[in-house]
Structure formats: structure tokens, C-alpha cells
């Protein structure tokens, strides 16, 4: 195994009296394609948002590619352009056309000219199939469109890992094979990635690793084939079972 | 008939009495002009400041601006006047009327215009935070680049509209002498013992402020984007 990219332990998560995280550890090498499944409510989210400091964690440590992400000295500015992230919902700015969504942290964060910067989002949104889409805004796009925009403004700023939390759970069916697609051709591009998704058939073929979480712990973890073809767990062949039936 | 007409316009479109004063209701515009533009660049500036200072959420500060703004969005304006003219004199400092117009109002504007600007930060989606800061920008370079542009977009029309009903109020200044439009007309009205002044009075303010509404209008369609 590859020296971790990505390495939580003993992550505890409590929001008021509810305990989210109990205990947590996550490790993932270089390369590889984590996917993180479980019932709603399980943690899975406040796990991923945990790892950015876009939650924060009431104790444990998250170290990735290296840093201490909880240490009050590190610049987590900095830190966080390492970390790419797609959100559900995609969070596109929706004053600014997708090639400024793609350029903003460019410019602001990493320092670079307008001229650099829209030469990189243009090779951003040429990754995600949009080169043509650069003009315009995220109301002229389709959902899948929008997530694919917000998959270029991360993956721009060349992050280390990347980080999707149900990254298509909000498209409509026909839209969502566009984005797995772009998820799969940056996988083969050797990016880590970290993946909140029920796209059961995409974890079956694309990831090297399952983790199953229920009532804010990891139950259990392995290859797809073995999580999905004979669980060890009791929680986790109902979790499977249910998902499969739909 | 013809004599009630003649009558009416003696009384209230005299030319004679309107040529004379002209002057002075131009230099009422003037002053009007002057207050109004104190009052807006001022009011709403401050009110951006508070609402910025308000959304680092510095609980202690937070209750201090609320206790501010709910107190002059409570207050009448001409309270405010008043309090200020007659009052500040006590405490050493004599501001004349054109200042203590100027500060109450922009005092009104600013608990106004911040809680729009406030309304409007907090009506972000929450996400649109989180996509920037998991980005790598700060705080402050999420608020500006992110947060602001779309929360001017939704305080454009109150904000407009609330500018323009507080600027209106310089006519108050006329209690603590400023002579601006009001002040000027009514002036001209009991040295000539005619209301014709009052009308030109009226008209100056709709010279005035019917561009200002107009304009609001073409700002509100300019910061709208399609969804």
C-alpha cells in the first residue's frame, strides 16, 4: 500500500446532544477509489466534511497528503485547495459563468494571473467535456452540467484527493451517467478519491474499497465483490439487500 | 366660472409670486441635493459596514448592533432630528441643522439598510459558502466574492426603496431651520402670502426624486441574472 493520502482516526463528531461520529478511522493510500455507503443519517457526510475541517471534528485527528488538518496552526486556506469537493447539491456561484466558478479560487487562492487561470479552467472544463459551456452561467445548464462545472472547479486547483458527497443524487436519472463518466475518467487518471454515493454499480466496478458506515461507525470494509457478494455483517447484507431491491 | 379659474390660479400658480422665489426654491434644491447625497453614500455604507461586522458573529457586537439598529428603526426620524438639535447643545457639541438632519437620517438609513444587507447575506444558501471555502478562500474572500454580489442582487429593491423614502424625509430639516425645499416654499409662503411657493416646492421634489425612482428600476433589472 502507498503512503496515506488520506488519514482520520478516533473521529468523534457530536452536534448538541447528537453523537453523528463515534470513533471513526479512515485511511486511504494514493490511488485509490474509497466508497463510503450506508443508511441515511449514518455519518457518511460529517464523516467527508470532517476531513476538509468543513465540519469540525470534537476530537480525533485528520492528517491529509501529510497535514495536520486540526493543528490551529496550519493554514487550512491552504490546506483545502488540496482537497477537492463536490457537493450534492453542486454550490455553483450562480453570478458567475462556469468558466469564472472554474477561476475563482485560481486567482484568489493560488495566486495565479486571469490570464493563467482561464487557461487552466479552460483545460478544467476540457476535462469534464464543457470547453463549450465556459460562457455560460449555471442557470443555462443542466444539473448534470452544473456537476460537472463544479467537478472542473475542483479538480483545477489539482487537488490531491477528492472528496464527493452524493455526488448524483440530485440529477435526474438520464443526467447521471455524465457525471460518473467524468468521476471514472479522473479515477483513471490516478486521482484519490473518496466517494458518498449510492451509485451501487459504479462502486462494483470503479472501487477498490467499500466502507460501510451505520449509526455513526464503520461496520465494515473490503472490496466491492466482497461487501456486496457476502457481507460479514448482519447490518450491512439489509443495508445491501434493501439498496439492490430498487 | 372663468373667475374661479383666475382665482385658483392666483392662489396657487401665481407667476409673479413663483418668479421671485425661484431662487430660493433653487437653492432649496440645492441644499436638498446636498443633504440627500450625505444621507445615501453615508447611511447605506454604514449599514454595509454593521451588517459585515454582524455577519463575524462576535456574539457581544452582534447584541450591540441589534440594540442600534432596532433603536433608530423604532424612533421616528424627526425624534431623531430633534434629539440631536436641541439635545447634543448639553453635552457640549452645537451641530447646526443641516448636520443633525444629515446624521439622523443617515443613522435611520443605516438600521435600515442594515438589516437588508443583513437579510440579504443570511438569505445565501449555505452551500454556497461551503463550495468556496472548501476551495481554499477565506472568509472574507468568500464574503466578497461569493456571498455580497448575491445578496445585493436580493437587497436592490428594498434597499432602493427604502433610500428613497428616508431621503424624502430632509424635509423635516425645515423644523431645525435647514433651507432646503420644504423650508424655502414655506418661507415664501408666509412672506408672500401665497402658496404658490409650496407648489413649486412639490414640483422640485418630483424633479428631483421621480429620476431617482426611475433609476432604482433600471438597477433592479441590471442586477437581475437568470437562475
Sequence with gaps: ??????D??????????????????????????????????????????????LEEPSSGSVVVDGIDMLDPRTDINHARQRIGMVFQ???????????????????????????QAEALGRAALERVGLADRAGHTPGQLSGGQQQRVAIARSIALEPRVMLFDEPTSALDPEL?????????????????????????????????????????AIVEAGPPAAIFESPAHERTRTF???IQRH | MRGDWARFTDTFLNAKVMHKYLPDILSGVVVT???????????????????????LAIRPLNWL????????????????????????????????????TWLSLAFVLMAFSEEIFWAGITSVDRGQWEAARSTGLSFGQTLMSVVLPQAFR??????????????????????????????????AMSNSYNPSPLIMGAAAYLVLFFPVVVAARWVETKFAWKR
Design chain 1, 8 to 53: 482520520a482516526r478516533g473521529l468523534h463528531k457530536h452536534f448538541g446532544s447528537l453523537h453523528v461520529l463515534k470513533g471513526v478511522d479512515l485511511t486511504v493510500a494514493e490511488r485509490e477509489l474509497v466508497f463510503v455507503i450506508g443508511p441515511s443519517g449514518s455519518g457518511k457526510s460529517t464523516l467527508l466534511r470532517c476531513l476538509n475541517r
Design chain 1, 176 to 216: 447521471v451517467g455524465s457525471v460518473l463518466e467524468v468521476m471514472r475518467s479522473l479515477r483513471e487518471s490516478g486521482m484519490t478519491m473518496i466517494v458518498v454515493s449510492h451509485e451501487m454499480g459504479f462502486a462494483r466496478n470503479a472501487a477498490d474499497r467499500v466502507v460501510f458506515m451505520d449509526e455513526g
Design chain 2, 65 to 100: 448592533i441589534v440594540v442600534i439598529v432596532d433603536l433608530f428603526r423604532s424612533l421616528p426620524p424627526l425624534v431623531v432630528i430633534v434629539l440631536i438639535y436641541f439635545g447634543l447643545p448639553s453635552v457640549g457639541l452645537s451641530p447646526s441643522g443641516f448636520v443633525s
Design chain 2, 33 to 55: 441635493i446636498e443633504l440627500a447625497f450625505l444621507i445615501v453614500v453615508t447611511g447605506i455604507a454604514a449599514g454595509l459596514a454593521l451588517a459585515l461586522l454582524r455577519s
Design chain 1, 89 to 115: 447539491s453542486f454550490n455553483l456561484y450562480p453570478h458567475m459563468t462556469a468558466l469564472g466558478n472554474v477561476t475563482l479560487a485560481l486567482r484568489k487562492v493560488a495566486g495565479k494571473s486571469r490570464a
Design chain 2, 154 to 187: 436580493l437587497t436592490i429593491p428594498p434597499l432602493t426603496n427604502r433610500t428613497i423614502a428616508i431621503t424624502k424625509g430632509t424635509a423635516l430639516g425645515t423644523v431645525v431651520a435647514v433651507t432646503e425645499i420644504l423650508g424655502q416654499a414655506s418661507s
Design chain 1, 1 to 6: 500500500m502507498n503512503r496515506p493520502i488520506v
Design chain 1, 240 to 242: 445491501i439487500g434493501q
